[in-house]
């Protein structure tokens, strides 16, 4: 595949960017590091000054003297990794309440908790904040990006710097897991076996898609439930993982109550698997979680980078019988089975049928997205390609 430059790719949450900018002082956009938070901000403003605090003498002239770096960069300035230094939130809240101006700064970084933990203090009102994810499949699609085949997507994932410099995932994914545990892992909490908490991961990444299991964890970890349940919160704050709750509607059936887990990236949570090539996926026991994991993590870019909060579930009831994603849109669910098959069959469908008769939602707000090239509309219902599905 030729190489191609990040900055030609057109991210979707651009637009929403450039919008909310023209209504507050700042702007926030938060993500997985390495998810091209940097590049879109640099591209989308290219008069601002740009400062990362990650650079060690930047980062001392915001904590010591922080009255001095507000009157160097007083206006149309981006703020990279700010979360480093949070005793600058409370002088940038000062400096906007007296400009009174829109769009003034752009702040990033890569630790959802801290960021919030400072905003939430600080700069509550005063700024928006956005999520930006890797990049989705209609932004790859459109970017002329797109991997050639359903397991290439899943294996690649969709990290830019991956496809930009066209880097062999096996390579991307073991130093991008190194650079996290070393650096950001330690930033959030101090974790003396960082070795442990690798061996926690992989655990997670077997676990993608199924029910979130902390006693398993912690037994098979040889540490508390309290410590497992901190460290799912360090990958959550770090968009690492994210756990998709149940949908509580009863519909008169005992409901499960604990959420599935989930990964940001399948090209993250392959390399935890150890799987080296798209190829292995095709008979590997996780295909379908990973399946599955990668449909889902399009739902969220989709609301996310339109600056919206995705409102995402699961049904599953004491008998086992479950839906694999419930979408609230303007209040109203669209149930949808989730299928690694290539070939349509109509049991695809026998749980929605349940489910819409237990719900009374019209069967027609029920789908299936299945791993085939062709969408049908079937005597069963509506049966979506992955490429269709996931747009």
């Not at 989308?44 to 003498?57: I, K, M, Q, R």
């Not at 101090?190 to 991961?201: D, R």
């Not at 439930?225 to 509580?248: H, M, Q, R």
């Amino acid at each position: 595949m030729p190489q191609t430059d990040i900055i030609m790719i057109e991210r979707t949450i651009r637009t929403k960017i450039l919008d909310i900018a023209t209504k507050y002082p700042i702007v926030t956009l938060t993500g997985p590091r390495q998810s091209g938070k940097s590049t879109l901000l640099k591209n989308t403003f290219p008069d601002y000054n740009y400062v990362s605090l990650e650079d060690t003498d930047m980062r001392e002239f915001a904590a010591i003297d922080p009255r001095g770096f507000i009157k160097t960069f007083h206006d149309k300035t981006i703020i990279d990794e700010a979360q480093r230094v949070p005793s600058l939130f409370s002088y940038l809240q000062t400096h906007v309440d007296n400009e009174g101006k829109e769009g003034m700064y752009m702040l990033a970084g890569s630790h959802n908790f801290l960021l919030m933990e400072n905003i939430n203090q600080s700069l509550a009102g005063r700024t928006a904040v956005l999520k930006l994810l890797p990049f989705s499949h209609i932004e790859m699609d459109n970017g002329g990006i797109l991997p050639s085949d359903i397991d290439e997507e899943i294996f690649k994932g969709g990290y830019p710097r991956l496809h930009d410099k066209s880097i062999d995932p096996k390579d991307y994914y073991q130093y991008y897991i190194q650079t996290y545990v070393e650096r950001d892992v330690r930033l959030l909490k101090n974790i003396g076996n960082l070795s442990l908490f690798v061996k926690f991961m992989k655990l997670c990444a077997g676990r993608i898609g199924q029910m979130l299991n902390m006693a398993s964890l912690a037994t098979e970890c040889g540490v508390s439930v309290p410590t497992i349940s901190s460290w799912i919160s360090i990958l959550e704050a770090s968009y690492i993982c994210y756990t998709l709750k149940p949908d509580y509607n009863n519909y008169a059936k005992r409901l499960v109550k604990t959420p599935k887990l989930y990964f940001y990236d399948t090209g993250l949570a392959c390399s935890l698997l150890g799987i080296k090539s798209a190829s292995q996926l095709f008979s590997h026991f996780l295909r379908g979680g990973l399946f599955e994991n990668m449909v889902i993590n399009e739902f969220i870019k989709k609301s996310y980078h339109i600056g919206e909060t995705p409102e995402l579930y699961f049904w599953r009831d004491s008998n086992g019988m479950e839906v694999d994603l419930i979408n609230y849109d303007s209040s109203v669910p669209h149930a949808y089975e989730i299928k690694s098959g290539a070939t349509h069959s109509s049991s695809y469908f026998d749980n929605l049928r349940k489910w819409s008769a237990l719900s009374g939602v019209n069967a027609t707000n029920c789908s299936v997205i299945y791993a085939g090239e062709k969408g049908l509309d079937t005597s069963d219902g509506t049966l979506l390609s992955w490429r269709e599905g996931i747009k």
